[in-house]
């Protein structure tokens, strides 16, 4: 018997970890505060556990300070990813800027892990789960926010380039705490 390769992909969208609030200090320098580093190795630990397990082939991350300690926390917890790019369109864009990013994944890669800000991020993952595609108690669990370390875990079949909203469906939604 034969199989028909697949063109599904995964997208894992996380919103940063907690951040620190410096008056004065330039909001794209802002690191993450003590629960955030918490709370990103716990992302990482989620990610890494066999039971949600995914390898990302690629890492689009915020350049901001707290997306990339976010991204390490991550790392730190056992999540993974064979490539990473700092991108600065990702820090303080609509979700039609992050979309148009995603666009320009390579059909190559099948499961992207994207680190950004609220709101974008939570715009950008409501807008793409099409009603009624997930689990009713995920899709309950993001109805109710996106908080920071929040990450959703959508599905869809076709190339990046045709990701529009609601093609995908919600896989899962969580918020790890450290």
């Not at 990610?47 to 990302?56: E, G, T």
């Not at 993952?125 to 009713?136: C, F, K, Q, R, V």
């Amino acid at each position: 018997m034969t199989t028909t390769p697949t063109s599904e992909r995964t997208l894992t969208l996380v919103r940063h970890a907690k951040a620190e609030h410096i008056q004065g200090k330039p909001d794209h320098d802002r690191e993450l505060a003590p629960r955030g580093r918490r709370d990103a190795h716990a992302i990482g630990v989620w990610l890494s556990d066999p039971a949600n397990a995914v390898v990302h082939e690629l890492v689009l991350c915020s350049t901001a300070q707290r997306t990339r300690q976010t991204l390490d926390g991550i790392r730190a917890g056992g999540g993974s990813a064979k490539d990473t790019r700092f991108d600065e369109r990702i820090y303080d864009a609509s979700a039609a800027a992050l979309l148009k990013v995603l666009r320009e994944v390579p059909d190559s890669v099948n499961a992207v892990l994207m680190i950004g800000h609220a709101p974008a991020i939570p715009v950008l993952a409501t807008s793409l789960a099409h009603n009624g595609s997930g689990p009713i108690d995920v899709m309950d669990r993001l109805s109710l926010g996106f908080p920071t370390s929040g990450l959703a875990v959508l599905g869809f079949d076709g190339r990046w380039a045709t990701l529009a909203p609601e093609t995908a469906y919600l896989r899962d939604f969580v918020v790890p705490r450290g």
